[in-house]
């Protein structure tokens, strides 16, 4: 039987990928800054406590998936280019043809983010200096769905606790006997 403990998990940030997309454009990001390069918050949490004065509870449930993603370029990447023209695409016809999807997917792991309306709200804050600077992209969507996985195989309890919530793993990340 497989234990956690001889479970190996892999992750690597060139295997993270990030793709725009709408009817017009499709655009793989690239040209990432070194540490945290994507990040991505949702508004409002789903679900919060409240409690009454006499210690009564209730939770408040949102159903809003409204987020940000950040997306830190270094300032000579070519995503730069297609970032600023989409903006400036949607600054100039405001009818939401310029509007565009986000799929942010770890490649060797099972996280997978998507928005299938977004817009940039405002171009990055540039500097120059001697070294390369950041460009740090603020995307703001609509409603992001999102797993948030791991990226190594699953113990034999874990599986049977994801298929007894009615979903289903797959072969390849169960671990073997």
């Known amino acids: 039987m497989a234990t956690q403990s001889k479970i190996l ?3 690597s940030p060139e ?4 793709i725009i ?9 690239s040209g990432f800054v070194e540490g945290t390069f994507v990040s991505i918050t949702r508004e409002n949490p789903h679900a919060t406590l409240y409690t009454g004065a006499d210690l009564s509870n209730a939770r408040v449930i949102r159903r809003n998936k409204g987020g940000t993603i950040n997306i830190n370029l270094h300032q000579a990447s070519e995503s730069n280019d297609v970032l600023s023209y989409l903006l400036q695409k949607d600054e ?4 939401g043809t310029w509007l565009f999807a986000v799929t942010v997917k770890d ?27 950041d460009r740090g992209w603020v995307i703001q969507a609509v409603s992001i769905d999102q797993i948030q996985g ?3 195989k699953f ?14 793993v797959e072969d390849r990340w169960k671990a073997t006997p």
């Open 9 to 11: 998990g892999s992750y």
């Open 15 to 18: 295997d993270v990928t990030v």
């Open 21 to 29: 997309s709408n009817p017009l454009i499709s655009h793989s990001l």
């Open 92 to 95: 100039e016809d405001a009818t």
């Open 107 to 133: 490649e060797l792991g099972r996280s997978v983010f998507h928005s299938p309306t977004c817009f940039i709200s405002q171009p990055p804050e540039a500097s120059f200096g001697t070294d390369l600077s």
């Open 150 to 152: 791991g990226n190594g």
């Open 155 to 168: 113990s034999p309890d874990t599986v049977t606790s994801i298929q007894e919530m009615g979903f289903t």
